[in-house]
Protein backbone atom coordinates (compact mmCIF):
# COMPACT_ATOMS: atom_id res chain seq x y z
CA UNK A 1 0.00 0.00 0.00
CA UNK A 2 1.13 3.39 -0.95
CA UNK A 3 1.92 6.25 1.73
CA UNK A 4 -0.43 8.54 0.04
CA UNK A 5 -3.31 7.34 -2.77
CA UNK A 6 -4.83 9.42 -5.00
CA UNK A 7 -6.90 9.06 -8.00
CA UNK A 8 -5.61 9.06 -11.56
CA UNK A 9 -8.37 9.87 -12.94
CA UNK A 10 -8.55 11.35 -15.80
CA UNK A 11 -11.51 13.71 -13.93
CA UNK A 12 -13.60 15.55 -17.32
CA UNK A 13 -15.83 18.04 -15.95
CA UNK A 14 -17.68 20.54 -17.86
CA UNK A 15 -16.67 24.59 -17.35
CA UNK A 16 -18.19 26.20 -14.42
CA UNK A 17 -18.58 23.09 -12.26
CA UNK A 18 -17.57 22.13 -8.80
CA UNK A 19 -13.98 20.16 -8.82
CA UNK A 20 -13.59 18.26 -5.88
CA UNK A 21 -10.05 16.18 -6.06
CA UNK A 22 -8.68 13.62 -2.95
CA UNK A 23 -6.07 12.11 -1.11
CA UNK A 24 -6.09 10.00 1.57
CA UNK A 25 -2.53 8.61 3.36
CA UNK A 26 -1.62 6.25 6.06
CA UNK A 27 1.27 8.07 7.96
CA UNK A 28 -0.35 9.74 11.03
CA UNK A 29 2.90 11.61 11.46
CA UNK A 30 2.10 14.09 8.24
CA UNK A 31 1.31 17.49 9.44
CA UNK A 32 2.28 19.60 6.27
CA UNK A 33 -0.28 19.08 3.30
CA UNK A 34 0.36 20.46 -0.13
CA UNK A 35 -1.31 20.91 -3.66
CA UNK A 36 0.58 21.36 -6.37
CA UNK A 37 -0.83 21.79 -10.65
CA UNK A 38 1.39 20.46 -12.91
CA UNK A 39 0.49 21.05 -16.79
CA UNK A 40 1.58 18.65 -19.16
CA UNK A 41 5.38 19.05 -19.59
CA UNK A 42 6.20 21.40 -17.09
CA UNK A 43 7.18 21.09 -13.28
CA UNK A 44 4.40 21.63 -10.63
CA UNK A 45 3.56 24.91 -9.45
CA UNK A 46 2.57 25.05 -5.70
CA UNK A 47 -1.61 25.70 -5.10
CA UNK A 48 -2.04 25.33 -1.38
CA UNK A 49 -0.62 24.87 1.66
CA UNK A 50 -1.85 23.76 4.75
CA UNK A 51 -0.47 23.03 8.23
CA UNK A 52 -2.69 20.43 10.10
CA UNK A 53 -6.43 19.81 10.14
CA UNK A 54 -8.61 23.12 8.56
CA UNK A 55 -9.95 24.85 5.67
CA UNK A 56 -7.57 27.29 3.70
CA UNK A 57 -8.95 29.33 1.20
CA UNK A 58 -7.49 31.28 -1.72
CA UNK A 59 -9.93 32.65 -4.48
CA UNK A 60 -10.96 29.49 -6.49
CA UNK A 61 -9.39 26.85 -4.61
CA UNK A 62 -10.18 25.76 -1.27
CA UNK A 63 -8.34 22.74 1.05
CA UNK A 64 -9.70 21.04 3.18
CA UNK A 65 -7.82 18.67 5.78
CA UNK A 66 -9.46 16.02 8.08
CA UNK A 67 -6.46 14.27 9.83
CA UNK A 68 -8.92 11.68 11.86
CA UNK A 69 -9.62 10.49 8.63
CA UNK A 70 -6.69 11.03 6.94
CA UNK A 71 -8.33 12.58 4.32
CA UNK A 72 -7.26 15.81 2.34
CA UNK A 73 -9.52 17.86 -0.33
CA UNK A 74 -8.94 20.31 -2.98
CA UNK A 75 -12.24 21.89 -4.38
CA UNK A 76 -12.23 23.94 -7.36
CA UNK A 77 -15.15 26.58 -7.43
CA UNK A 78 -15.97 27.74 -11.43
CA UNK A 79 -13.64 25.59 -12.84
CA UNK A 80 -12.15 26.77 -16.42
CA UNK A 81 -10.31 25.01 -19.73
CA UNK A 82 -6.84 26.71 -17.66
CA UNK A 83 -7.93 24.64 -14.87
CA UNK A 84 -6.73 21.38 -17.04
CA UNK A 85 -3.63 19.68 -15.51
CA UNK A 86 -2.98 17.00 -13.41
CA UNK A 87 -2.95 17.45 -9.84
CA UNK A 88 -0.63 16.34 -7.06
CA UNK A 89 -1.15 16.38 -3.57
CA UNK A 90 2.40 16.18 -1.42
CA UNK A 91 2.29 15.91 2.72
CA UNK A 92 5.69 16.08 5.13
CA UNK A 93 5.88 15.20 8.50
CA UNK A 94 7.80 17.80 9.89
CA UNK A 95 8.22 20.52 7.89
CA UNK A 96 7.12 21.32 4.24
CA UNK A 97 10.45 21.77 2.85
CA UNK A 98 11.76 18.34 3.52
CA UNK A 99 10.83 14.93 2.72
CA UNK A 100 7.34 15.50 0.81
CA UNK A 101 5.44 12.61 -0.47
CA UNK A 102 3.73 13.03 -3.55
CA UNK A 103 0.45 11.35 -4.41
CA UNK A 104 0.26 9.86 -8.25
CA UNK A 105 -1.77 12.88 -9.38
CA UNK A 106 -4.88 13.16 -10.38
CA UNK A 107 -5.38 14.35 -14.32
CA UNK A 108 -8.25 17.11 -14.50
CA UNK A 109 -10.09 17.61 -18.02
CA UNK A 110 -12.35 20.67 -17.67
CA UNK A 111 -14.47 20.97 -21.14
CA UNK A 112 -15.64 24.14 -22.58
CA UNK B 1 7.27 34.66 -6.12
CA UNK B 2 10.18 32.44 -5.81
CA UNK B 3 11.45 31.14 -9.33
CA UNK B 4 13.65 28.04 -10.36
CA UNK B 5 15.01 27.50 -13.28
CA UNK B 6 16.33 24.50 -15.17
CA UNK B 7 18.59 24.58 -17.95
CA UNK B 8 18.69 22.70 -20.47
CA UNK B 9 14.75 22.55 -20.75
CA UNK B 10 15.31 19.67 -23.08
CA UNK B 11 18.13 17.05 -24.17
CA UNK B 12 18.69 14.22 -26.69
CA UNK B 13 21.96 12.40 -26.01
CA UNK B 14 23.32 9.01 -27.59
CA UNK B 15 24.11 6.21 -25.33
CA UNK B 16 26.72 6.58 -23.16
CA UNK B 17 27.66 10.17 -23.06
CA UNK B 18 27.47 11.99 -19.92
CA UNK B 19 25.02 14.84 -19.45
CA UNK B 20 24.59 18.04 -17.28
CA UNK B 21 21.21 19.35 -15.76
CA UNK B 22 21.41 22.92 -14.14
CA UNK B 23 19.03 24.38 -11.69
CA UNK B 24 18.70 27.81 -10.23
CA UNK B 25 16.74 29.94 -7.81
CA UNK B 26 17.00 33.00 -9.29
CA UNK B 27 15.23 35.16 -6.82
CA UNK B 28 16.01 33.61 -3.37
CA UNK B 29 18.71 31.78 -1.76
CA UNK B 30 18.21 27.80 -1.41
CA UNK B 31 20.55 26.15 1.21
CA UNK B 32 18.10 22.84 0.58
CA UNK B 33 17.75 21.56 -3.43
CA UNK B 34 15.85 18.40 -4.36
CA UNK B 35 15.85 16.07 -8.09
CA UNK B 36 13.44 14.38 -8.75
CA UNK B 37 12.45 11.73 -11.82
CA UNK B 38 8.83 11.42 -13.40
CA UNK B 39 8.33 8.74 -15.75
CA UNK B 40 5.37 9.54 -18.59
CA UNK B 41 1.81 9.25 -16.35
CA UNK B 42 3.39 8.49 -12.58
CA UNK B 43 4.18 11.24 -9.85
CA UNK B 44 7.33 12.44 -9.02
CA UNK B 45 10.35 10.01 -7.38
CA UNK B 46 12.64 11.74 -5.18
CA UNK B 47 16.17 10.87 -6.21
CA UNK B 48 18.47 13.01 -3.76
CA UNK B 49 18.46 15.81 -1.23
CA UNK B 50 21.69 18.51 -2.02
CA UNK B 51 22.61 20.96 0.91
CA UNK B 52 24.99 23.43 -0.25
CA UNK B 53 28.31 23.21 0.72
CA UNK B 54 27.84 19.45 1.58
CA UNK B 55 27.36 16.05 -0.13
CA UNK B 56 23.92 15.26 -1.25
CA UNK B 57 21.91 12.42 0.27
CA UNK B 58 20.41 9.48 -2.48
CA UNK B 59 16.78 7.95 -1.97
CA UNK B 60 17.33 4.00 -1.50
CA UNK B 61 17.94 2.63 -5.38
CA UNK B 62 19.97 5.73 -6.77
CA UNK B 63 23.00 5.09 -7.96
CA UNK B 64 25.33 8.12 -6.59
CA UNK B 65 28.03 7.25 -9.02
CA UNK B 66 25.80 7.35 -12.17
CA UNK B 67 23.82 10.70 -10.53
CA UNK B 68 26.50 12.97 -9.58
CA UNK B 69 25.15 16.38 -7.92
CA UNK B 70 27.12 19.60 -7.26
CA UNK B 71 25.53 22.33 -5.31
CA UNK B 72 28.16 24.28 -5.31
CA UNK B 73 26.59 27.70 -4.03
CA UNK B 74 23.07 29.14 -3.02
CA UNK B 75 21.45 29.61 -6.40
CA UNK B 76 22.78 27.00 -8.14
CA UNK B 77 22.71 23.12 -8.03
CA UNK B 78 23.91 20.76 -11.04
CA UNK B 79 23.03 16.76 -11.81
CA UNK B 80 25.02 15.07 -14.02
CA UNK B 81 23.91 11.79 -15.56
CA UNK B 82 27.13 9.67 -16.55
CA UNK B 83 27.21 7.24 -19.03
CA UNK B 84 23.40 7.50 -20.13
CA UNK B 85 21.35 4.51 -21.37
CA UNK B 86 18.33 4.77 -22.86
CA UNK B 87 16.13 3.39 -19.43
CA UNK B 88 18.15 7.25 -17.74
CA UNK B 89 15.21 8.72 -20.36
CA UNK B 90 12.97 10.52 -18.18
CA UNK B 91 11.88 13.80 -17.19
CA UNK B 92 14.10 15.42 -14.46
CA UNK B 93 13.06 18.25 -11.90
CA UNK B 94 14.55 19.81 -9.34
CA UNK B 95 13.10 22.13 -6.65
CA UNK B 96 14.53 24.52 -4.19
CA UNK B 97 13.90 25.16 -0.37
CA UNK B 98 14.03 29.08 -0.02
CA UNK B 99 16.20 29.55 3.21
CA UNK B 100 14.54 30.87 5.78
CA UNK B 101 11.31 31.42 3.94
CA UNK B 102 7.96 29.86 4.24
CA UNK B 103 9.37 26.13 4.06
CA UNK B 104 8.14 24.74 0.76
CA UNK B 105 9.54 23.83 -2.28
CA UNK B 106 9.43 25.76 -5.53
CA UNK B 107 9.99 23.61 -8.67
CA UNK B 108 11.83 24.49 -11.61
CA UNK B 109 9.94 23.43 -15.13
CA UNK B 110 12.05 20.12 -15.54
CA UNK B 111 14.37 18.91 -18.21
CA UNK B 112 13.28 16.29 -20.26
CA UNK B 113 16.23 14.03 -21.23
CA UNK B 114 16.03 11.47 -24.22
CA UNK B 115 18.85 9.06 -24.70
CA UNK B 116 19.32 7.24 -27.67
Known amino acids: QKEVEQDPGPLSVPEGAIVSLNCTYSNSAFQYFMWYRQYSRKGPELLMY????GNKEDGRFTAQVDKSSKYISLFIRDSQPSDSATYLC????????????FGGGTRLMVKP | GAVVSQHPSRVICKSGTSVKIECRSL??????MFWYRQFPKQSLMLMATSNEGSKATYEQGVEKDKFLINHASLTLSTLTVTSAHPEDSSFYIC????????????FGPGTRLLVL
Open chain 1, 50 to 53: TYSS
Open chain 2, 27 to 32: DFQATT
Open chain 2, 95 to 106: SARESGGQETQY
Open chain 1, 90 to 101: AMSPNNAGNMLT
